[in-house]
């Protein structure tokens, strides 16, 4: 078994490290680790059974729909809306572009459940404003690449969908419940970490918006933001599942998109083909994440891990610091949702046998690598983030620093303050 083991670990890290992408080097690995103990046929046979297996479920059909619903919002008008009226709301005060960033990231993350969509379309519409009024470059992409995560966590999520499957089947009601206190306070510490800045280089407060500016751009944006009511309303309701709200978005979205009239065919084409292409990457990096965690549970990796860190302490506190920890360190160089699907099953039992709620763990864990998604080498957002900019990684590390340093504490607080995560899905139990 150790041998297994070593094998499947070594032979991933290395293939990450000569540049194999992700999904190749899950899959690759697996295979590799299996060889050793199984013939070749039945280990080719198991891993594409697993693969297939794994996508054999109703609930990841949503995955596909809030794709493109995301892509349908970010070409479709819905996030200069947002903006305008973040900008009407808040944009008078000191430095406000840097709130407007983060509340629009917030508003369009939510309702496109989508860091990369988020960071994409806020950061280039934003971008050129903030030059124009002398802001740094530097500090605008990394408030834009931090704020762009609060929408995995902020409903409806995708990898809040993939960690529902991972764990067995934790209501993704209670789930896209739990995120939104925990969502918003990432937002609020990382608005507050932007009035230390704004106060450092003492920038001056903006022009004031009349109430008609604020009343016709919130009436303009109303029924983007009507969106996040229909989806989640609908799910916390019973009226349909998550899958069902996915196909709903879409519908809401296309129509919105027709009224504003910022999408012609030729668009729609590209939405289309852009959609595709996202979903098979995801789809695929689920598959091959399915397959390493079946061959994990064949090599009895959870139960040596859960023994290994119960061994160290049975202190709830101090397992979930560890985990958190080794958490952090694996969202440096993996993606959020093989993460999920990988590590899940390896953590969930061991935090649960401590009476860790998995709703609440959930939140932790989506928290933890969405920290990843903003470090080098592998994080996408940051990339994004950076190319939108026109900047360097280089540059930017230097003002994410603080803002990491705000997301860990934030995400220290969900870990040792349940209620955070518990408190909207009790009150709607």
Known sequence: MIIEILILVISFIILL????????????????????????????????QRMATGLDSFSLLAIPFFILAGQI??????AKRLISF????????????????VIASMLFGAISGSAVAAAS??????????????YSKEFGAAINVTSSTTGLIIPPSNVLIVYS?????????????AGYIPGILMGLALMLMGTVWIRKKKYPAGERSTLKLISSTFLVALPSLLLLVIVIGGIVLGV?????????AVLYTLILATIYKEINLKKLYNIFLSSIGTTAIV????????????VMSFENIPQTVSELLLGLSENKYVILLIINLLLLFVGTFMDITPAVLIFTPIFLPVVENLGVDPVHFGMIMVMNLCVGLCTPPVGSVLFIGVGVAKTSIQKVIKPLLPLYVVMFIVLLMITFI???SLWLPKLFE
């Open 418 to 420: 349940p209620g955070i």
């Open 283 to 294: 789809l695929l990096l689920i598959a091959t994440s399915m397959s390493m965690s079946w």
């Open 165 to 177: 499957l991972a764990s067995g089947g934790v209501s993704i009601a209670s789930l896209f419940l």
């Open 240 to 248: 349909f599942t998550a899958t069902e709200a996915s196909g709903i």
């Open 73 to 78: 919002m970010n070409q479709g008008g819905i």
């Open 86 to 101: 973040a900008k009407a709301l808040i944009g008078s005060l000191p430095g406000g572009l840097i709130y407007v960033n």
């Open 121 to 134: 379309a806020i950061g280039g519409i934003l971008g050129p404003h903030m030059e124009r009024e002398n």
């Open 17 to 48: 490290s000569i540049g194999v992408p992700v999904a190749w080097s899950i899959g690759i690995s697996c295979l590799a680790a299996l060889l050793v103990s199984v013939d070749s046929l039945a280990t080719f046979t198991t891993v594409a």
